[in-house]
């Protein structure tokens, strides 16, 4: 009979014996959604998981070809970091950096480093990329922006409409009965009143109201915008599309897409339009995408966001000063633009649940609207 040592010994060896398989470390780290790469100490990639392949958009393959250096500048940060990783042996982060190459082109990305102590030399790095919860912010910010400007529309309504009739109908009555050289002064005040009027109602549209959604196929609505613009304002702009047919309908209003690309892509034909751009084009283009949520504004309810509109344009790019502040209202690098335009699509677009991007840089930008999509079980719905 075994003594009790030998006895605990077993009881201990069993309850080892009955915990649950762990995977391979490699498997669970391919399983990430973040980009996870290993490099060893010469800077060669030893393993990349999906996720790093998708965000570099080089395979595993061709990574372990290559150095570090072949895809970043020596100069940049990420070098710093590895060897402060290296020196210490400690896990070192960093924040907004910008992985720039002729193969690369990436912002806004966070790195975190970790050494292996059983591999010296070697650099576990963690990227993500913060573009998409600045983006959120971004929205947050221009929904309260839009707020903002609908009590103010609210407001001019009802304290300058009013007023502003009594002041035009008084100039159109001293206009009959003045000098011709006052009635010049006459004229000037009515034209300035519908001036102002002009730009109340224009405000107004910013309006808390209530919208009506349903199935919208938003490659008619791409097309309907298409045909407008070029039987007017983009009549001599080449024109792309490059569309998804298998797409779902999208869960909106027709009108307001409607208004929404066309604002988009009047301001994509002023840009391709002006001195200096040559052989000016505007793409279409619609993907379906996973990975992006949103509530509903004034609800509950969570809405998935996998389609995506594009538009984009080989203009000469938004100006960095105004870029941040591209979708508050009355911000506009036109100079007779009121600032109005994309601050209305940022609110029509958050008013369904979606999402609005932009990227720019010289010969090209790109507007990206993550729009939700209809499902069996809805209908009609008031938002």
Same mark, same amino acid.
């Given at each position: 009979m075994s003594n009790p040592v030998t006895r605990r010994m077993l009881k201990v060896v069993g309850r080892v014996a009955d915990r649950p398989r762990l995977p391979d470390p490699a498997q669970m780290l391919s399983a990430l959604p973040v980009p996870v790469l290993l490099i060893d100490a010469q800077?060669?990639?030893?393993?990349?998981?999906?996720?790093?392949?998708?965000?570099l958009g080089i395979s595993l393959s061709q990574l372990a070809q290559i150095r570090l250096s072949d895809l970043v500048p020596r100069d940049n940060p990420l070098f710093l970091l590895i060897e402060q990783v290296r020196q210490?042996?400690?896990?070192? %982060?960093?924040?907004?950096? #910008?992985?720039?190459?002729?193969?690369?082109?990436? #912002?806004?990305? #966070?790195?975190?480093g970790s050494a292996l102590p059983e591999e010296?030399?070697?650099?576990?790095?963690v990227l993500q990329d913060a573009s998409a919860a600045r983006a959120l912010d971004r929205q947050l910010a221009f929904r309260s922006a839009a707020r903002s400007v609908s009590g103010m529309a609210a407001v001019l309504a009802h304290e300058v409409k009013n007023p502003l009739s009594g002041i035009?109908?008084?100039a159109q009555l001293?206009? #009959? %009965?003045? %000098?011709?050289?006052?009635?010049?002064?006459?004229?000037?005040?009515?034209?300035?009143?519908?001036?102002?009027?002009?730009?109340?109602?224009r405000m107004e549209i910013f309006g808390e109201k209530p919208i009506v959604r349903s199935a919208v196929n938003i490659h008619r609505v791409l097309e309907h915008v298409r045909r407008l613009a070029q039987t007017g304002f983009a009549a001599h702009v080449r024109f792309s599309e490059v569309y998804d047919p298998s797409l779902p309908p999208v869960l909106g209003h027709r009108d307001q897409l409607v208004q929404v690309i066309l604002n988009l892509v009047k301001n994509a034909a002023e840009a391709v339009t002006q001195p200096g751009v040559a052989n000016g084009e505007i793409v279409l283009s619609t993907a379906y995408r996973h990975g992006v949520r949103l509530a509903v504004p004034g609800s509950a309810e969570r809405l998935d966001l996998p389609l995506v509109v594009f538009v984009r344009d080989n203009g000469p790019g938004i100006p960095d000063d105004i870029r941040p502040h591209l979708f508050e209202p009355f911000v506009s690098s036109k100079a007779a633009g009121s600032g109005l335009g994309l601050a209305l699509v940022a609110k029509i677009v958050g008013?369904?649940?979606?999402?609005?991007?932009?990227?720019?840089?010289?010969?090209?930008?790109?507007?990206?609207?993550?729009?939700?999509?209809l499902h069996e079980d809805d209908g009609d719905s008031g938002v």
């Open positions: 800077d060669r990639f030893r393993f990349a998981n999906h996720a790093a392949e998708q965000f210490g042996e400690v896990t070192v %982060s960093d924040h907004d950096l #910008t992985l720039d190459s002729a193969r690369i082109r990436k #912002t806004g990305i #966070t790195v975190q010296p030399g070697a650099v576990l790095l035009r109908g008084a001293l206009e #009959t %009965s003045v %000098s011709e050289q006052d009635r010049e002064l006459t004229i000037l005040i009515r034209d300035e009143a519908d001036r102002i009027r002009d730009l109340v109602e008013d369904h649940g979606g999402l609005i991007e932009v990227d720019s840089r010289p010969g090209r930008t790109e507007f990206r609207l993550h729009l939700p999509v």
